[in-house]
Antibody, heavy 119, light 107 residues
């Protein structure tokens, strides 16, 4: 079964750091680009960051550029998001998503991990 | 940054009716336009990729069209399980954006 399982969310104070993880199974992880997408409570979807299959290319939303870093470990079939200098507006459910062969669409999603930034 | 504008924000229809959802891009995205469905408490589900290709397992009542800046998702005859929020999304090199969503609700 193709599956993505996120972990690492929680309550964190403004200005602190958090590292999210996404464990992939059921597909050849190093064949595909991977992404993080977030959704603030009651709001729409926001793309956060993406990384190519070999980590050669990455992208970030302007809202997180310079604060968040995406990475992957193709041996461990895992995706990561290092989040520094967290702000209240980073509070959201963070989804890990797999890109399909076309590259532009996300065909498999995890169930998400909640990040709450509050003092 | 390419901005995607979805309309209407809310669509009130009855089961069996046709739903037409619009997504407009602030500049051309060629055919790199994707549609997702999201139900409360669930992760998004891929419906349509590259503007008009149905994803695996998606019923034929869902269809996508358009290119450049104007795109449409059509649900030919609404089933009870189709009432949800729909998002469009584009990719431009390594920058991706989502539209604000259209909620299809039961009239």
């Amino acid at each position: 079964e193709v599956q993505l399982v996120e972990s690492g969310g929680g309550l964190v104070q403004p200005g602190r750091s958090l590292r999210l993880s996404c464990a992939a199974s059921g597909f050849t992880f190093d064949d595909y680009a991977m992404h993080w997408v977030r959704q603030a409570p009651g709001k729409g979807l926001e793309w956060v960051s993406g990384i190519s299959w070999n980590s050669g290319s990455t992208g970030y939303a302007d809202s997180v550029k310079g604060r968040f870093t995406i990475s992957r470990d193709n041996v461990k079939n895992s995706l990561y998001l290092q989040m520094n200098s967290l702000r209240a507006e980073d509070t959201a459910l963070y989804y890990c998503a797999k890109a399909g062969f076309s590259g532009g669409a996300f065909d498999i999603w995890g169930q998400g991990t909640m990040v709450t930034v509050s003092s | 940054e390419i901005v995607l504008t979805q309309s209407p924000a809310t669509l009130s229809l009855s089961p069996g009716e046709r739903a037409t959802l619009s997504c407009r891009a602030s500049q051309s995205v060629s055919s790199y336009l994707t549609w997702y469905q999201q139900k409360p408490g669930q992760a998004p589900r891929l419906l349509i990729y590259d503007a008009s290709n149905r994803a695996t397992g998606i019923p034929a009542r869902f269809s996508g069209s358009g290119s450049g800046t104007d795109f449409t998702l059509t649900i030919s005859s609404l089933e009870p399980e189709d009432f949800a929020v729909y998002y469009c999304q584009q990719r431009s090199n390594w920058l991706f954006t989502f539209g604000g969503g259209t909620k299809v609700e039961i009239k």
